[in-house]
């Protein structure tokens, strides 16, 4: 993948969503690390439009913890993860 083709906001993303996943102790980056990360983003356009659609973004945002905790951990971290 080419990160320097991608938006700045969309990097940043990636970069939170990587932050979350090694927290986590998670085996990859999984889909939802990055939604989460992106609801999470200031000025977020996706935070924005689903509000604007009627979602509970706090509510969603708690779904995407409860998911994250529930993917597989490695049990010796080392901080390097991919993406899923």
Known sequence: MRMDKLTSQLQSAISDAQSIAVGKD???IEPAHLFLAMLDQ????????LKKAGFDCAG???DLLAQIEGF???SHPTGDVGLS
């Open 60 to 62: 969603l945002r708690q």
């Open 26 to 28: 998670n085996t990859a």
């Open 72 to 74: 597989a951990k490695i």
């Open 42 to 49: 200031q000025g977020s356009t996706v935070k924005a439009v």
